[in-house]
Protein backbone atom coordinates (compact mmCIF):
# COMPACT_ATOMS: atom_id res chain seq x y z
CA UNK A 1 0.00 0.00 0.00
CA UNK A 2 1.25 3.38 -0.84
CA UNK A 3 1.71 5.72 2.15
CA UNK A 4 2.33 9.05 0.58
CA UNK A 5 3.52 10.71 -2.77
CA UNK A 6 5.72 14.00 -1.61
CA UNK A 7 8.21 16.68 -3.45
CA UNK A 8 11.50 16.44 -1.52
CA UNK A 9 12.69 19.81 -2.80
CA UNK A 10 16.17 19.16 -1.11
CA UNK A 11 16.48 16.10 -2.93
CA UNK A 12 14.92 17.65 -6.40
CA UNK A 13 12.61 15.02 -6.66
CA UNK A 14 9.09 13.26 -5.93
CA UNK A 15 9.39 10.39 -4.09
CA UNK A 16 6.86 7.30 -3.34
CA UNK A 17 6.71 5.16 -0.25
CA UNK A 18 5.74 2.25 0.40
CA UNK A 19 4.93 0.92 4.24
CA UNK A 20 7.41 3.60 4.98
CA UNK A 21 9.83 2.66 2.71
CA UNK A 22 11.34 4.73 -0.64
CA UNK A 23 9.96 2.65 -3.53
CA UNK A 24 10.58 5.36 -6.70
CA UNK A 25 11.40 8.52 -7.11
CA UNK A 26 10.94 10.99 -9.98
CA UNK A 27 13.88 13.66 -10.53
CA UNK A 28 13.62 17.48 -11.35
CA UNK A 29 15.92 19.95 -12.08
CA UNK A 30 14.92 23.64 -12.52
CA UNK A 31 16.09 25.34 -15.69
CA UNK A 32 15.48 29.18 -15.49
CA UNK A 33 12.23 28.39 -13.54
CA UNK A 34 10.81 25.38 -16.11
CA UNK A 35 11.16 22.01 -14.11
CA UNK A 36 12.81 19.47 -16.73
CA UNK A 37 11.45 15.94 -15.61
CA UNK A 38 14.91 13.82 -16.11
CA UNK A 39 14.63 10.41 -14.29
CA UNK A 40 11.86 8.46 -12.95
CA UNK A 41 13.11 5.27 -10.93
CA UNK A 42 10.89 2.57 -8.86
CA UNK A 43 12.73 0.34 -7.17
CA UNK A 44 12.51 -3.87 -8.37
CA UNK A 45 10.81 -4.52 -5.46
CA UNK A 46 7.80 -2.43 -6.38
CA UNK A 47 7.79 -3.19 -10.01
CA UNK A 48 4.30 -3.63 -11.60
CA UNK A 49 2.52 -1.52 -9.61
CA UNK A 50 1.78 1.41 -10.84
CA UNK A 51 3.69 3.49 -9.15
CA UNK A 52 6.14 5.47 -11.48
CA UNK A 53 2.32 6.67 -12.92
CA UNK A 54 1.32 7.51 -9.37
CA UNK A 55 4.54 9.61 -9.29
CA UNK A 56 3.95 10.92 -12.64
CA UNK A 57 0.73 11.46 -11.61
CA UNK A 58 1.11 13.69 -8.68
CA UNK A 59 4.18 15.49 -9.89
CA UNK A 60 1.89 16.96 -13.24
CA UNK A 61 -0.75 17.47 -10.52
CA UNK A 62 1.62 19.41 -8.09
CA UNK A 63 3.10 21.84 -11.11
CA UNK A 64 -0.25 22.33 -12.45
CA UNK A 65 -1.32 23.54 -9.45
CA UNK A 66 1.88 25.82 -8.67
CA UNK A 67 1.22 27.17 -12.78
CA UNK A 68 4.99 25.50 -13.53
CA UNK A 69 6.07 24.45 -16.85
CA UNK A 70 7.93 21.39 -17.61
CA UNK A 71 9.94 19.63 -19.72
CA UNK A 72 9.49 15.77 -19.89
CA UNK A 73 13.21 14.37 -20.69
CA UNK A 74 12.37 11.37 -18.86
CA UNK A 75 10.66 8.97 -21.45
CA UNK A 76 8.52 7.56 -19.06
CA UNK A 77 6.90 11.02 -18.45
CA UNK A 78 6.41 11.71 -22.03
CA UNK A 79 4.91 8.57 -22.44
CA UNK A 80 2.59 9.18 -19.53
CA UNK A 81 1.45 13.07 -20.91
CA UNK A 82 1.07 10.88 -24.43
CA UNK A 83 -1.47 8.87 -22.66
CA UNK A 84 -3.03 11.40 -20.34
CA UNK A 85 -3.21 14.87 -22.94
CA UNK A 86 -4.55 17.21 -19.92
CA UNK A 87 -1.12 17.60 -18.64
CA UNK A 88 0.34 18.88 -21.86
CA UNK A 89 -0.91 22.36 -21.04
CA UNK A 90 2.62 21.59 -18.50
CA UNK A 91 4.83 21.06 -21.20
CA UNK A 92 6.95 24.18 -22.43
Partial sequence: ??????????ESRYEV???????????????AGVLAFVH???????????????LAKY???????????ISPLCPFVAKYIDKHPEYRVTVR
Wanted: no cysteine.
Fill in 40 to 54: TEVDEAYAGQGLGAQ
Fill in 59 to 69: ALDDVMARDVK
Fill in 1 to 10: MVDMVTNNEA
Fill in 17 to 31: HVDGKLAGFLEYRDV
